[in-house]
C-alpha cells in the first residue's frame, strides 16, 4: 500500500500547498482520500486518468471542493462513473455548483459511515464529531491505513486506529479554538497511542503553523514515529 499526500492544509491553503487530500494505491487500485482546494492538479499529475474510487469524509470544502472538478472532467470528458463513499451532505453541498445537472449522472454514491469492499480495499467508516457529520476512514488491505478527516477528541479514534500501520490524524491546533470539535497536535500523538498505531502522520495544518512544533508536541505523546503531511510525499506501508 502506498499514499501520497496531496494537500495537508486545513481551511485554505498556503502558498505552494493545497488543502486535505489523499492519494492511495494498493494492487494498481487506485483510490483518493479528500479532495480539498488546490488537490485535484496534483491528482491528475499522480493519475492522469483519474481515480478509480473516491472517499470523502465530510461537506466542508477544505476537503471537497475539488470533487466538483473531478465531476466535470467525468461528465465532460465522457470518462465514465464513479464510486462515492461519502455523507449524503457532501453531495448536497456541491450540487449548488451544478443546478442542472446531477452529480449522480457521474457518481454512484454509497453512503459514510458504512463499510464495504472497494476494490483491494475493505473501508469501514465510523462516525467522529465535527461541525458537520463527519467519518473517519479505515482501508484494510495489505496493510492499514486510518484518517480521521476532521474531528474533536473521541473514544471512536482509538478504535478506528487500531494496530494501524499509518493514523493519518488532523492537528488542526487552530488558534483560540475551544469547540472540542478539532484536535490539536499533542491530542493527536496521544490517541495514536491509545490506538497502538504504528507510525502518525499529521496533517490539516492550520495556515502559518509551525509545523516543526506540532511533530514534537505529538511526539511528547506518542512513542512511535511522527511525521507531518507535506505536498508530495510518498509512504509505503509495511
Known sequence: MRLTVLGSCGAYPEPGRACSGFAVEESGFRLVLDLGYGTLPRLLDLWPSGPDAVVITHEHPDHCADLHGLFRMQYYGRRGRLPLYCPPGVLDRLQGLEPEVSLLE???????????EV??????????????PNAGVRLEASRVLAYTGDTGPDPALASLGRDADLFVVEATDRPGDT??????????????????????MLT???????????????????????????????????
Open 119 to 132: 476494490g483491494p480495499f475493505r473501508l469501514t467508516g465510523v462516525d467522529l464529531p465535527h461541525f458537520v
Open 179 to 200: 469547540s472540542g470539535l478539532l484536535m490539536s497536535s499533542a491530542a493527536a500523538g496521544s490517541w495514536a497511542q491509545a490506538a497502538g498505531a504504528r507510525r502518525l
Open 106 to 116: 457521474v457518481f454512484d454514491f454509497f453512503e459514510l459511515p458504512g463499510a464495504g
Open 204 to 238: 490539516h495544518f492550520w495556515p502559518g503553523n509551525d509545523r516543526s512544533a506540532a511533530v514534537a508536541a505529538a511526539r511528547s505523546e506518542f512513542e512511535g514515529e511522527v511525521v507531518a503531511a507535506s505536498e508530495g510525499d510518498v509512504y509505503t506501508l509495511g
